[in-house]
């Protein structure tokens, strides 16, 4: 089995016109997280926490599961292939959903958002900087640091606001 260290995957390059398109979808992506936050929460008071988390995660593969008997032929997955750690994906979402339903009534859904990028935000430097995941590396630098303390400065401003 592989470990984190082993793996060299290369990532696709993407062209300049293709990350001007990527952008602002990955924008409209966050954008519908806030949205779901503001679901999860009511949604968790009414039918409790991981009643809410699982009906996310059904509704959400019920979608895939038509996107992809419709798309087409697809190569099927050989599970037994992957190095384990490739599906660890699979606890951290449900993780992410729960803390999302326990959080946002009680701190708020701006307070839950910049919380989650920050942590996103200062764990993605990190792999980033080490090239974990086989991602491509990227050295922290002045500006990265810089970007990683204002988004905490915002943290700390949503909190006190």
Known sequence: MQTLDEVSVAPPVAKPG?????????????MGLSVEAGLLGPLGAQVGHLWA????FGVGSAILFLLLLFAGPQKG???????????????????YVVVLTLATPHIGIAMTMIAILSGQVGKSVLIDHFGWFGATRKKVNGERWLALLLIVAALVLIARG
Not at 77 to 95: D, E, F, H, S, V
Request: aromatic letters at 2%; glycine letters at 12%; charged letters at 5%.
């Open 53 to 56: 988390t699982l009906s996310i």
């Open 18 to 30: 293709l990350r001007l398109l990527l952008l602002p979808l990955v924008i409209l992506a966050g």
């Open 77 to 95: 997955p050989a599970l037994n292939t992957l190095p384990r750690w490739q599906l660890i994906g699979g606890l951290l979402g449900p993780i």
